[in-house]
Structure formats: structure tokens, C-alpha cells
């Protein structure tokens, strides 16, 4: 077992897991601080005991919990006796979109609103796995490569947690995220350069520095985070699955872990076994489309592209997951799609339009491709949908602000002006 330099030995391990796969060529590792296979260099994933894991969780003792993600406790790599870091993430609104329904003919459309989480978006949850299981090992400083989303997060769960801080963003990040991330006081980095750039350098820096980054040698702790987006969609639609879930992609590590958090609820009896699986769709900006370039060619092979969109929190150009991505979409039945950059802004109007939610780009893209995959006829109508929105608007408000809003009318301040302009009538 290796531990982070200057820390302190692991003070607990969990009896559920066994330790690490990769995911290409199936070699086992201890569990550690580590998240690439040095005989292949493929992704490292937590091994689980599902023998172990089936002793402990049911629905009842699930549903016992608290109302929270950590209500899943039982199927996450954190052991039993440490101390998790939280903020009352997880168990978001799972909302039944009836308008929205309404205008793309879906008569069975669910949001997952994760936006409602402590920090504004579905980060909440990876971060609490990662920041609990670093805390744990004995690591004391913490950190992550972002492009917003993410250091709101870490920043917030490491004052929370009392740990030494740094993140590292693109010197061009949002001034909303700058602000939501800075306010916590962590050791805030600017890089001149794209996230992949960004990340590049924070890989680097684990040569030279005993730090947990979440998503890079802490990732196979972290992205465990994503199952419970589904695990709480199963137990909200009252222990069933949908017929297809629209994901947005950015890395593609919740996409991958979505897929597994389907097959656990299926095989520790959670959820009855369905005739189909659900069908998992991805989402993509075309201004940074590698996964849908690689859909479209038929092929798993990702080529890494440069991004310019508007939707920043998912504009990585070089997806680490981004193959099996494709992988996933083929064997489930679902598809890879991407909408352009005025789809996203109208598809971020449509939602607060029609259900009273603002999201930020990430969330037009994953309804942009579910409006436009609707409008294609793809669905029937009956059909379980559930679109994942994972980030609120105000992290990025400046990406409608150009909009024209046809709904501001100018008045002057008297009971004349308002029936003339407002109610088209004259003031008798």
C-alpha cells in the first residue's frame, strides 16, 4: 500500500473493497492513491466485495439513511469508520417535466435537478467521495484541475473539511465560477491555457507534491461519486429504471460510471430486473465535439479537438473516458449527439420556460440533444426519459445575457404609459 508523501499511514480501509482494476486489461492493484495501470496505461476502477455489499444494502436499509447521497453508503469506497466531509449533497428533485413534455411530445419526461446541490451542480457528490476517502488516508492538502464546476466544489468541501487548498482553473474561467470558488479562500491558480492544459500541468505536479487531486490520482474514489445520480433516479421513480437516460459529456467518467451504477442496482436486486437496460444518450457541444466525432465515424478511437463553446464546464477536448463513452452509447442502444452554440442558448431559454429552471450551458446542451433527438422521432412519446441538468445558470448567466428577450417592455412611470405599452389600451 503506497501513502502520499509526509502523510500519515491510511487510518481505515473499507471491507467492501478490494481494491483497483484497470478497465482495459483487468491487472489488480492495492488500494491507493493512483488511477493509471502501469502495465497498460489504462483507467483504474474501484473493485468492489458485491458479496459483502449485498449483506448490507437493501432498499430498506437504503431508504433508512439519511436524505442524502451518503443514504448509499453501502455502495461507495469510503469506509465504514471514517468521517465523511459533507454538505447535505445528493437526493436533488427529480422533477416530472409535464411542459417540457408537453412541447417535445414525451409524455413520461424527468429532470434530475442537480443544480439544487450545495455548491450548484452534480460536483457536490464526487467530491464528497474524494475529499472523505483522501481525509481518511491522510492526506492534507487538496486539489483539482477544472474548468469551474469543480473548484467551486473542492474549494467549498475543503474549508468544510479544514484542508490545505489549490485549484487550478483556465485564466479565461467565468467570473461567476471565479467568484463562487475564491470565496472560500482556497489557493486559487490561473493557468494560461485550455482545462487539458490545465490538467496536464496539475499530473505533472504529483511528481513533486503529496497532495490528493480528486480527479487525477484520487479519480477512481471520485468518479464512484456519479453512481448516485442513478441510484437516486431508480429510488425516485420508485425503485424502477428509465427507458433512456440523456447525459451530458465532458470527460465521460459519470457517463461510465452511470452505466455501472445500472448494473449494481440490477444485480444486488434493488431495482427488478427490465427487459432492456436503459438506453444511456450522451451530450455534446460541437464547439467540443471529440465524442460525437467519434460516434459519428463508427469509431472508439477519440481524437482530441481544441474547444470553443459556450459551454465551458464540459469543453474538455481530450476526454479521458471518451472511448468508452462511445462503447457504452453502442451497447445500451443509446446514441451520441451535439447541438450548436444557438441551440444551447435556446435550449437553456425552453427549460426556464417551460419548468422554471435556469441552467447553466452544460444543462442547454443535454436538452438541446434531448429536444433535438425528440424532434427526430426518436421516442414514441411513452417512453421513461430522464435528462440529467447538472449545473445552475448563475455560474454562467453571461451566456444568455446577449439574448434578445422579447418579454422587456419600457414603461414610464404612470398608469398611461403601462395600459398603452403593457395592456395595448388607452388610459380613459
Not at 486539489?143 to 490545505?164: E, H, P
Not at 442513478?230 to 451530458?248: F, H, N, S
Not at 460516434?295 to 468508452?324: C, E, H, K, L, M
Not at 442547454?364 to 429536444?371: M, S
Request: net charge neutral.
Amino acid at each position: 500500500m503506497q501513502t502520499p508523501i509526509g502523510a500519515a499511514a491510511p487510518v481505515t480501509r473499507s471491507r467492501r473493497v478490494l481494491g483497483l482494476r484497470c478497465r482495459a486489461c483487468g491487472q489488480e492493484y492495492e488500494t491507493q492513491a493512483t488511477h493509471v495501470c502501469t502495465a497498460c496505461f489504462g483507467p483504474l476502477d474501484v473493485a468492489y466485495d458485491y458479496a459483502e455489499i449485498r449483506r448490507r444494502a437493501s432498499r430498506a436499509s437504503i431508504e433508512a439513511g439519511p436524505t442524502s447521497m451518503w443514504r448509499y453508503r453501502d455502495l461507495l469506497p469510503l469506509p465504514d469508520e471514517a468521517p465523511i466531509v459533507s454538505l447535505g449533497e445528493g437526493m436533488t428533485p427529480l422533477i416530472k417535466a409535464d411542459r417540457l413534455g408537453a412541447e417535445l411530445g414525451l409524455r413520461n419526461l424527468y429532470l434530475k435537478n442537480d443544480s439544487m446541490n450545495p455548491t450548484n451542480s452534480f460536483k457536490d457528490r464526487v467530491v464528497s467521495v474524494a475529499i472523505s476517502w483522501a481525509r481518511a488516508q491522510g492526506f492534507q492538502t487538496f486539489g483539482c484541475a477544472s474548468t469551474g464546476n469543480l473548484a467551486n466544489s473542492v474549494a467549498a468541501y475543503s474549508a468544510r473539511a479544514g484542508m490545505d487548498c489549490y485549484v487550478f482553473v483556465p485564466d479565461d474561467l467565468e467570473a461567476a465560477k471565479v467568484t463562487a470558488t475564491s470565496v472560500f479562500q482556497p489557493h486559487l491558480v490561473a493557468v494560461r491555457g485550455n482545462y487539458d492544459q490545465v490538467n496536464r500541468l496539475c499530473s505533472q505536479l504529483l511528481e513533486d507534491v503529496p497532495w490528493g487531486f480528486c480527479n487525477i490520482n484520487l479519480r477512481p474514489f471520485y468518479a464512484e461519486g456519479s453512481k448516485t445520480l442513478t441510484y437516486e433516479t431508480a429510488e425516485q421513480l420508485g425503485w424502477r429504471l428509465p427507458d433512456e437516460i440523456v447525459i451530458p459529456i465532458a470527460s465521460g467518467c459519470q457517463f461510465v460510471r452511470h452505466r455501472r451504477a445500472v448494473g449494481e442496482l440490477i444485480d444486488l436486486g434493488l431495482v427488478a430486473e427490465p427487459a432492456d437496460q436503459p438506453r444511456l444518450t450522451g451530450a455534446q457541444a460541437l464547439g467540443c465535439a471529440p465524442v460525437y466525432n467519434a460516434w459519428r465515424a463508427g469509431s472508439r478511437r477519440v481524437q482530441p479537438v481544441r474547444p470553443d463553446t459556450i459551454a465551458r464546464s464540459i469543453a474538455i477536448g481530450n476526454p479521458s473516458d471518451g472511448g468508452d463513452v462511445v462503447r457504452i452509447a453502442a451497447e445500451t442502444g443509446g446514441v451520441v449527439e451535439a447541438v450548436s452554440e444557438p441551440e444551447i442558448v435556446d435550449a437553456i431559454r425552453l427549460l426556464a420556460r417551460t419548468e422554471g429552471i435556469f441552467t447553466e450551458p452544460a444543462g442547454g446542451v443535454t436538452i438541446g440533444v434531448l429536444a433535438k433527438l425528440a424532434r427526430s422521432g426518436r421516442w414514441s412519446g411513452e417512453e421513461v426519459v430522464v435528462a440529467y441538468v447538472t449545473g445552475h445558470g448563475l455560474k454562467a448567466a453571461e451566456a444568455v445575457a446577449d439574448a434578445k428577450f422579447d418579454h422587456v417592455i419600457e414603461i414610464d412611470p404612470s398608469l398611461r404609459s403601462f395600459h398603452e405599452r403593457v395592456l395595448g389600451t388607452a388610459k380613459e
